[in-house]
């Protein structure tokens, strides 16, 4: 009986696992979350953080805010959006009390301007991985998360505006400020002129 007990909850989807847990407070179910979300989750805090342990420990802090606002989780998003925001603004937050950096804001952006150029971005299909990565080192953690979120993990505006809990126009002013700060860091970087 047990193993069928295993197998159901590893069929279940994020959403069953959730409920389960807050309505019987069992570990199990929370271990599922975790075993389903820390490599993700490590991943995205080591992209901010470089450093493997500073990211471990991100991951333990990431897992706990989880852990106190589960019950908060609404079903409005995908859990997996839910969690991506909750790590996506643990990494700010954190960069941010460690610089002490003053954050932009760019919310009042004309919704009726687009932003989105799909051709812009057929330059940085001859860029080589090594460079990028140079360049997403020196990048400013918001540029970095966006254009990870729109690139690397091919999030669509609506997702990254979930996470960012901006607007669609907000967020496509971003990612093309992001690009051409990219840019611009890619040939300093470089020395192209």
Known sequence: MPQQIEIRINQASDEEIVDLYLKTQKDKYFSEIYKRYSGKIFGKCLSFFKEEAEASDAVHD????????????GEKSKFSTWVYSITYNYCIDAIRKSKKMTIQSIDNVG????????????????????????????????DKAVLLMKYMDDMSIKEICGVMEKTESAIKMKIKRAKQRFRESFVKINHIE
Do not use: G, R, T, Y
């Open 62 to 73: 990431v897992f706990m805010k989880i852990l106190v606002n589960l019950s908060k989780f």
């Open 111 to 142: 919704e009726e301007i687009d932003f989105e150029d799909e051709n812009e971005d057929n330059w940085l299909q001859e860029v080589d991985m090594a460079q990028i990565e140079k360049v997403m080192d020196v990048l400013h953690p918001h």
